[in-house]
């Protein structure tokens, strides 16, 4: 069953080089029959007294979860920490904390951190803000980056993709290069009439507020320098085209703006998808001066959604630090000469840049409060901010459920968490969104490969190993040999008519030295193992040998294996040099 779909959208040629398939079953021929598994809805639920202390020693018995109103069995329960550790800590190998009297046994503190540090270049207002950020990125990496961690970089746009690593120096260096690989573009706005963002989307959307088109259409009148209309025919005149001037205005704002702030929303979706395969305490700490999600709820928290499933925590920075709402000289009142204007963009104007800053905001404060961030704002030292996302003691209690809704509509429901002991207080997402089309078995194995292929590591779930060996066959070419081994222990096998079943995937992928792909392949073998087989390939693994014919240069290996009963994966990458 080769994965056209996957790796054509790695590299256009692949379809045209009907070499790099191989065929390794009947699988190709008949449906796979495993079972996609029920939809889970997780819930991180923190809990603390009147006085902010977790709640740590509540059991399973002592929630009720409701969706739509209707309490749901929980399937699974358990008590997460996570904390910075700290080198004295680890080279003392001495607890993090000491368990208090009604903490759990299970909490622990040094389980390795795997920490991305993401920077929004896409929806950025400006790239003032990019040195504080980065000044702050190497204070953290210099000071407070643990020896045990492991840390990644990577903007929005996809100009930097730096995978997890623990070496303090080439974090650095990297983060010397951010500037200058960054995206610089700003989203483009207005100038006459100049517009907030949300002032753009109430007007394209026709949502009358009273204000958002008013203020636009006196701020036109005054940027464009009318002249004072002498009579009503031309006061009316002046206010049609004031209006259309700025409806346009607003429009193509609001075009731009929706698309930069879609396309942020699945980057990260895509992103944090693809970490939900490792075994460590996972963070994203975004750095971001906000975007707008009135229109894009069910895309919000369809990402959210993910960061739950994938375990991962998301804690946002809002770098505008310390910001004001006063208007500036240059911001059009220059040529509000006309006193009807000016008293109106100076009474009304204000305001509306608090509320459009404060909606920008919303979507950080979401995207943290719903995975169980931090939301750090209001403040110019950036790193102050990343310290304390780092240093944060947290705990939470992680719910699931099977989802009861059947229909694939992408309608909201809503979510109520409770406890028996009175007096506690509560924080946890207030609903999702269930998705707009089925997932289909394929879909799924596609999605799960292609962003194992783009993961900033190696998945662990399942060990994989390869050994090459190359020789040449011609000037320009290179005969390159790989024997990959697949080890399944820990892997689950389905019971069937006495037959141990499994459907393992094994994709090999070749990359030049800039990540550009060069060749590749897919097996898919549809395991149906009596038990002394079963026994047999316990011992040995799953032995591949698989060939590609490259040039001679330095070239990147990757091979990522899946199985079908759990979605568990595992990847390997090697730098390979021939000659």
Same mark, same amino acid.
């Given at each position: ?7 054509? *959208? ?121 040195? *504080? ?115 346009? !205005? !607003? ?313 079908? !009963? ?14």
């Amino acid at each position: 069953m080769i994965l056209f779909i996957l790796l054509v *959208w790695i590299h256009p040629a692949f379809s045209e080089d009907k070499k790099t398939t191989q065929k390794t079953s009947e699988a190709d021929k008949q449906q796979f029959t495993f079972r996609v598994p029920v939809d889970v809805v997780v819930v991180n639920v923190a809990v603390t007294d009147k006085k902010g202390n977790p709640i740590l020693d509540l059991t399973k018995d002592d929630f009720t979860i409701y969706e739509d109103g209707k309490a749901q069995p929980i399937h699974t329960f358990t008590l997460e920490s996570y904390r910075a550790t700290q080198e004295t800590e680890v080279a003392s190998k001495k607890p993090v904390a000491e368990p208090k009297e009604n903490e759990a046994e299970e909490v622990t503190y040094t389980k390795p951190r795997m920490i991305t540090l993401a920077v929004d270049d896409i929806t950025a207002s400006t790239y003032e803000y990019y040195n *504080w950020m980065i000044e702050a990125v190497k204070k953290f990496i210099q000071n407070d980056m643990g020896p045990a961690d492991q840390v990644a970089l990577m903007a929005c746009s996809g100009r930097v993709q730096y995978p997890f690593s623990n070496d303090k120096q080439l974090l650095l260096d990297e983060a010397n290069l951010l500037f200058k690989n960054l995206n610089r573009s700003v989203s483009g706005r207005s100038t006459c009439p100049i517009l907030t963002d949300l002032q753009a989307a109430r007007i394209d959307q026709d949502i009358n507020d009273g204000l958002s088109l008013d203020v636009a259409i006196a701020e036109t009148l005054g940027c464009l320098n009318l002249p004072i209309p002498t009579t009503t025919e031309e006061q009316q005149s002046q206010q049609q085209q004031a209006e259309m001037t700025a409806k346009a !205005a !607003a429009r193509m704002q609001f075009q731009e703006m929706r698309y930069r702030d879609l396309t942020i929303i699945r980057t990260l979706r895509q992103y944090i998808r693809s970490l939900r395969h490792f075994d460590a305490t996972k963070s994203v700490i975004l750095f971001s001066d906000g975007f707008l999600t009135t229109d894009l709820l069910y895309e919000m928290q369809d990402m959210i959604d993910q960061a739950l499933r994938s375990g991962v925590v998301v804690n946002t920075v809002d770098i505008r630090g310390l910001y004001t709402t006063s208007l500036q000289a240059s911001e059009s009142l220059m040529g509000a000469s006309r006193s009807d204007v000016l008293t109106l963009l100076t009474s009304k104007k204000p305001m509306m840049l608090s509320d459009d800053k404060l909606a920008q905001g919303d979507s950080l404060y979401a995207i943290s409060h719903d995975t169980g961030g931090i939301f750090y704002n209001n403040s110019n030292d950036l790193y102050a901010g990343l310290q304390k996302i780092s240093q944060r003691q947290a705990f939470y209690y992680i719910l699931s459920y099977a989802s009861p809704s059947a229909k694939s509509d992408g309608s909201h429901h809503k979510i109520k968490v409770a406890v028996s002991r009175p007096g506690l207080e509560l924080t946890y997402r207030n609903g999702y969104y269930s998705p707009k089309e089925e997932l289909t078995f394929e879909r799924r194995k596609k999605e799960d490969i292609l962003e194992a292929m783009q993961a900033p590591g190696n998945l662990n779930e399942i060990k994989i190993g390869f050994s090459y060996n190359f020789y040449q066959l011609d000037d320009l070419k290179y005969e390159v040999a790989l024997l990959t081994n697949v080890d399944i222990h820990g892997v689950r096998f389905l019971e069937e008519d006495d037959r141990h079943t499994n459907l393992i995937n094994l994709v090999i992928v070749a990359f030049d030295e800039n990540d550009k792909y060069i060749d590749g392949l897919e097996k898919s073998i549809d395991f149906k193992l009596t038990q002394a087989s079963y026994d047999e390939l316990l011992n040995r693994g799953i032995t591949s040998k698989v060939s590609f014919q490259l040039p001679p240069g330095k070239f990147k290996i990757k091979a990522v294996v899946r199985e079908s !009963a759990q979605s568990k994966m595992g990847s390997l990458t090697k730098a390979v040099e021939i000659p």
